[in-house]
């Protein structure tokens, strides 16, 4: 006697074309999130990575996690965010800038974390000077506000045209010019407080 096809489903477990179909849905749907979030790392990382150090008083390391943070939350949104659109990148510029603004809330929040630091690790002598002066200059950034480092980071590290930053930061040229010159007054004051002119 012949099995019907749905005897013969039954019997070796396969359910068909409408199973088939889901895994191949799925697979799909992983193969375009996939290229979604590479996309989005491919064409705007490096420049994320660079303006959210940047923010960060040069902590590369919570930079990277912030992007990732970023970039998840794109993906969240891939039904309607396009990597290639002009908007997405001042769109992960403003999420990177909430998420900065959040984690620096939270460390106020809580005391300060100790850090046990290996005899090995402390630089030299040689490079003493450079690494002090670097930590001054750190330092005096983080008593700037979120707004204040970011312009600095267009104008000052990236090298941006005031219309470039005003279209990057999505505000008028003229707070550009105004929070640069207030941004550099604030560093200057910070700096100078520590002991340290430029």
Known sequence: MTNTGDEHARETGVTGAADTG???ARTRDREQDE???RAIYDKHGVVLLRITTGMLSGD???AQDLVQEA???AWRHADILDPDAEGVRPWLVTVIRNLVIDNHRARQARPPETVDTELSELPGPEHMDRVLNRKVVREALGDLTVQHREVLLHVQFLDHSVEQTAEALGIPQGTVKSRTHN???ALRNAL???GFTP
């Open 22 to 24: 889901g895994r191949t």
């Open 35 to 37: 290229a979604f979030v």
């Open 60 to 62: 590369s390391h919570r």
């Open 71 to 73: 970039v998840l939350r």
């Open 183 to 185: 941004a550099l007054n």
């Open 192 to 194: 100078a407080a520590r």
